[in-house]
């Protein structure tokens, strides 16, 4: 069974760091793109990273500097580590399964076919 | 990159069909054909129904159908279920090894 199981959370402090891990079984987790997307309380879904089969990763704007995502293959699992977290941190965080790589080539593109259960992340004082 | 626009709600009564919308611009929906839409039951993870505008993954419905006209896409469910109901969301590759997703739209099937 395909499963994807994140850990980590917890309540924080403005400024604080926090490390959150996701791990994968069930599938050849060294091929697959992978990613973290989080969602506020009552509100939409917000891409935060990507990691792709070679350890390349990608940020948007808003996390960029602050959010660092990696990968260790050998224990199938992937890491977020977060830093000057601020209020707007607040969210669910899902580990999320990407693009099947075979070298330089992934597909199907965009399709995060498989999600975690979440970890919840507070920020406050 | 801003989120993609949807309708905060959509409704419907069982057996019809309703199509959703999602709005962006030549950036993401218009210059990429790599759409997908997921579905959102209370207090679940989000689960793919459609990826690459069109494609339905296994074991997903064909009462589910993706499309796309220049910038926005449009998700239609046909022979709506009670179990349809739920929170949509919409995502679009957005260039740049970025990605954005829509604002969600919540299904209610009268």
């Known amino acids: 069974e395909v499963q994807l199981v994140e850990s980590g959370g917890g309540l924080v402090q403005p400024g604080g760091s926090l490390r959150l891990s996701c791990a994968a079984s069930?599938?050849?987790?060294?091929?697959?793109?992978m990613h973290w997307v989080r969602q506020a309380t009552g509100r939409g879904l917000e891409w935060v990273s990507g990691?792709?089969?070679?350890?390349?990763?990608y940020y948007p704007a808003s996390v960029r500097g602050r959010f660092t995502s990696s990968r260790e293959d050998a224990k199938t699992s992937l890491y977020l580590q977060m830093s000057n977290l601020r209020a707007e941190d607040t969210a669910v965080y899902y580990c999320v399964r990407g693009s099947y790589c075979s070298g330089r080539s992934c597909y199907p593109v965009g399709a995060f076919d498989m999600w975690g259960r979440g970890t919840m992340v507070t920020v406050s004082s | 990159q801003s989120a993609l626009t949807q309708p905060p709600s959509a409704s419907g009564s069982p057996g019809q069909s309703v199509t959703i919308s999602c709005t962006g611009t030549?950036?993401?929906?218009?210059?990429?054909?790599?759409v997908s839409w997921y579905q959102q039951h209370p207090g679940k993870a989000p689960k793919l129904i459609i990826y690459e505008v069109t494609a339905r993954p296994s074991g997903v419905p064909d009462r589910f159908s993706g499309s796309k006209f220049g910038n926005t896409a449009s998700l239609t469910v046909s022979g709506l279920q009670t179990e349809d109901e739920a929170d949509y969301y919409c995502s679009s590759y957005a260039g740049s090894n970025d990605w954005v997703f829509g604002g969600g739209t919540k299904l209610t099937v009268l």
């Open positions: 069930g599938f050849s987790f060294s091929s697959y793109d």
């Open positions: 990691l792709g089969t070679f350890g390349d990763t």
């Open positions: 030549s950036s993401d929906v218009g210059g990429h054909n790599y």
